[in-house]
């Protein structure tokens, strides 16, 4: 018996599973793996959902994915790797200490927001994990509660990235519909800072017109090329001095890699992500591969792969698929993902849907609005209860 050892219950590590039962039964050998997926928590988390109202529904339950495609579910946090001895240390919600042995491992722990150090950075939100983004919303549906003040139903986002992007063209909306209650709809303020000069520093200048145009329709406030310095529950201070009374101040900028992969002894990246080779193998440590946030990949020639879930879903399908191709003498398959597209939401100004690396703008407004709204609700989601079908959608490694 092979053992499997994935750890992470994201995107990249539930398609790695399906990915890994797929390619074993094809080759004969389903009888012959034991697939686990380790994992800190019960559900897959929807985190491209986490900026949008109510976050808390925004799982689905690993077990009904996982369960029907006899994956073994492990629940507990990953504490240490040793990739010499092929093993594992896990900590499970009870205290319990586990160790687990691999004969492939995976990695696929994702990446976390680098939060900020600044005084009262302590009490700044964030829509990283569905916690944090839960108790955004439950902070912003009390506000109400709070006594009158000037910055009650002001928001500041940290970050004009895509993440900060999404979430302040959605705040105002979301802020109204809880301040109407009082009658206080008109005190709304979303003011979206940023230590570049411009909005979406990493979208590049192509989409930033129409991007402009629908923050400026949204009446978003910028504040560019600076940073907040400090903040307390009634306010926040720029870098420039300038103070803005807000009850809400969201941080969005900066990501990294999971710290897991610091114990995996290969090269990484600026953002901790480990270098894997075309079949997403960590390059120079037999029998472990990344997949996801973890990883970085070649994506299409001269682009390495994005921290986003367009890249960690197949990247989780290729790995899945070449762990039991290794372990059962079939053809690896190399990374090979769809061409590279961007689909921003932008409130109720729309979406802006973009293809290329250069991110040439090919739907705006409603109609790329229907497309994100099917992105997000739809072809993110795994199937559940439904092996067939997700060991079918394993086994596509394209959308085309
Ligand atoms: C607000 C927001 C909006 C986004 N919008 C988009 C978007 O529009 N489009 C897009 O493509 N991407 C978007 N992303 C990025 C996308 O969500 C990530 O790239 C994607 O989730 C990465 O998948 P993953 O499986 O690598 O990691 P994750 O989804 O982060 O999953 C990591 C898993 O590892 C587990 N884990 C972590 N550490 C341990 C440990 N020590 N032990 C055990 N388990 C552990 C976690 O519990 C989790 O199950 C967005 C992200 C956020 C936060």
Known sequence: MKDVLIIGGGFAGVWTAAGAVRAAREAGAGDDVRVTLVSAGDDLVIRP??????PDGMRVPLDRVLGPIGVRRVTATVTGIDTGAHTVRALRPTGEELALSYDKLVLATGSQLVRPGFPGAQDVFDVDTLPAAAALDSHLRRLPERKPSPGRYTAVVVGAGFTGLELA???GERLRGIADREGAAEDVR????????????ELGAVPRPAILDAIGELKIEQR????????????VTLSDGEVIP??????????????LTAQIPAERDRLGRLAVDEYLQVVGVPDVYAAGDTALATAEAGHATTQSCQHALP???????????ELFGRALLPFTPDPYVTC????????LYTEGWDRRIALTGQEAKSLKQQINAVWIYPP????????DQAGRFSNG
């Open 384 to 391: 559940v209860d439904d092996a067939e079908q997700l060991l």
């Open 344 to 351: 921003l939401d932008l409130g109720p100004a729309g979406a």
């Open 169 to 171: 063209t959605a705040l």
């Open 49 to 54: 959902r986490l900026y949008e109202d109510a």
């Open 224 to 235: 560019l090329g600076r940073t907040v310095t400090s903040a307390t529950s009634a306010d």
């Open 190 to 201: 979303v003011v979206l800072v940023d230590l570049a000069e411009v909005v979406g520093p």
């Open 315 to 325: 990247m989780g399908k290729f790995a899945g698929h070449n762990v039991a191709a």
């Open 246 to 259: 807000a009850a809400t101040v969201v941080w969005t900028a900066g990501m990294a890699a999971s710290p």
